[in-house]
């Protein structure tokens, strides 16, 4: 289980996210949702270890925190490095290999298998800026498969995605949880949210409601997270 | 015909270096810079510390014109001295930006241009033209044995070092959140490889000059991007470059007597010139053909 304590993360005087409280269960399918500037990107990057907290605390059972994956936003990859698809999804290995270590023997096999389930094996030696932004999506999809860890953490990854790489990328996310893995995915897109996530987590840097998607994704509290948008400024038309 | 051809490829190539050791060492001296600076290059480039390694080799000159004051032009002493405020000012500069609002480019820019300022200070005050010039523009012909075991040293350590953290550096350069959220430490890396920076522009300045040092990195590097597209592919092609450019730069400046430092760094030019007009990838030549 993740616990999140009265936890607050700020950028300098900037506050991003303040005294938010909810838990996790293991094996669960959670969105995080709410306006831009609400803080969900930012609540991943604090579970990660990416930002220090302000305030609060996170538990994590230490054999998940140890093992955790994340799938950054694809604006903070360089999608023009010289790097192939099969160097990019091997580091999906780090656990095993970590900095220094050699690949393990099966190594391209397991690229080969992972690449497989995302569709993209015959592009296993294309450079990575010769993709198009779906086909790179389905490749960190591949590294995440990888990785195999017990928390998965997924920031918009269906950014500027056509319909059936949503569709596939989705059905994945489905598989990953029926696995076992607990998945937090910060969302936009409320229709989704709607048809695949069972849980919701609705944030205007405060926490507005958290618990069922049904329950979450009422009129009053996207109206709530639409008033507290106001309030700093943030741009409100995704909720 | 054949043979009056043979015979001077032979002249104009091979017979300088064969007959004269004051080219001999030199050229030597350039194999080894090229084999760090490639590499070295190449990843300046790639993550996109172009400005900030033009900034470095500015801080050498201060560091360098305290060790002239020193012990004068002791190539050893500028060496190490060039090295230290080097260090301190990468060092500087790259705290300064995580600490305040600069971002990290300007923050170097301000540190150059207070190193550049106080090592010509020093120099002219303390020099006169000609020690002035040695410091900026190199003096790769009198390249002594430990200066020349002092860069083979240099190059040997980077590529060692390079090969050791290959892995997190080129990750950190292309996705640092994913190698944070592997619990990879990217400050570690960063700081090791500007390390390594220091040490091959400090090698480099014995040969070019602190002014055009970086000419030997940035050049091949910027060039290689034109051929391969895999990083150690991009660091094979940038050594080699550099090495064609030292090769071809001393026997200009043997041939036409011009300076050394900057008749190699004009070859690096030329090649660079090639690479974007017909370079395999993304030179003016491919971009017109496939449009």
């Known amino acids: ?239 | 015909m054949f043979e009056s051809f043979f015979t001077w490829v032979y002249q104009f190539f091979i017979e300088p270096f064969q007959s004269y050791m004051f080219l001999r060492r030199p050229l030597v001296t350039c194999f080894a810079l090229a084999l760090g600076c490639g590499p070295i290059g190449v990843i300046l480039v790639l993550r996109r510390m172009s400005l900030m390694g033009e900034a470095i080799s500015h801080a050498i000159l201060p560091g360098a014109a305290l060790g002239f004051l020193i012990s004068g032009l002791s190539i050893q002493m500028m060496s190490f001295a060039g090295f230290v405020t080097g260090v301190c000012v990468a060092l500087s500069a790259s705290a300064l930006s995580r600490k305040t609002l600069l971002k990290e480019d300007a923050s170097f820019a301000g540190f150059y241009l207070l190193s550049l300022g106080i090592g010509i200070l020093i120099i002219s005050s303390y020099g006169g033209n000609v020690d002035l010039m040695c410091v900026l523009l190199g003096t790769i012909l009198s390249v002594n044995v430990p200066s020349l075991i002092l860069v083979s040293c240099i190059s040997s350590i980077t590529l060692m070092v390079i090969a050791l953290i290959y892995r997190p550096l080129i990750l950190e350069c292309y996705d640092a959140h994913f190698l944070k959220s592997v619990k990879g430490n990217g400050h570690i890396y960063h700081y090791i490889f500007l390390f390594l920076v220091v040490m091959n522009l400090v090698s480099a300045f014995q040969a070019i000059g602190t002014l055009m040092a970086l000419g030997m990195m940035m050049l091949p590097a910027v060039s290689a991007r034109f051929w391969a597209q895999q990083v150690w592919a991009l660091s094979i092609i940038a050594g080699i470059f550099a090495l064609i450019a030292g090769y071809i730069g001393l026997l200009l400046s043997y041939h036409s007597e011009w300076p050394s430092g900057p008749s190699i760094i004009l070859v690096s030019g030329f090649i660079y010139i090639i690479s974007f007009i017909i370079g395999r990838y993304g030179s003016l030549l491919r971009r017109a053909h496939h449009a």
Request: hydrophobic share 45%; glycine share 8%; net charge negative.
């Open chain 1, 1 to 239: 289980m993740i616990k999140f304590e009265n936890i607050s993360v700020t950028y300098g005087n900037h506050v991003a996210v303040e005294d938010v409280s909810f838990d996790v269960q293991d094996g669960g399918l959670y969105a995080i949702i709410g306006p831009n500037g609400a803080g969900k990107s930012t609540l991943l990057k604090a579970i990660i270890g990416i930002l220090p907290l302000t305030k609060g605390a996170i538990n994590i059972d230490p054999a998940i925190a140890a093992h955790m994956a994340y799938l950054p936003q694809q604006s903070n990859i360089d999608r023009s490095f010289p790097i192939s698809v099969f160097d990019t999804v091997a580091m999906g290995l780090w656990q095993e290999i970590g900095p220094f270590q050699n690949y393990p023997p099966d190594a391209t096999d397991r690229v080969h298998q992972a690449l497989n389930e995302v569709g993209m094996s015959s592009y296993i030696n294309r450079p990575i800026g010769t993709l198009s932004g779906g086909q790179f999506q389905r490749v960190l999809f591949a590294r995440m498969s990888l990785q195999n860890a017990d928390l998965i953490l997924l920031d918009e990854p269906f950014n500027n995605l056509d319909e059936p790489t949503i569709e596939d990328l989705t059905n994945i996310i489905m598989k990953w949880n029926k696995a076992g893995k607990t998945i937090l995915t910060v969302l936009h897109d409320l229709d989704i949210v709607r048809d695949c996530f069972p849980q919701a987590a609705l944030l205007a840097r405060h926490l507005v409601a958290f618990g069922s998607t049904e329950d979450v994704l009422t009129v009053d509290n996207i109206r709530t997270s639409y008033r507290l948008a106001r309030q700093w400024g943030g741009i409100n038309q995704h909720v």
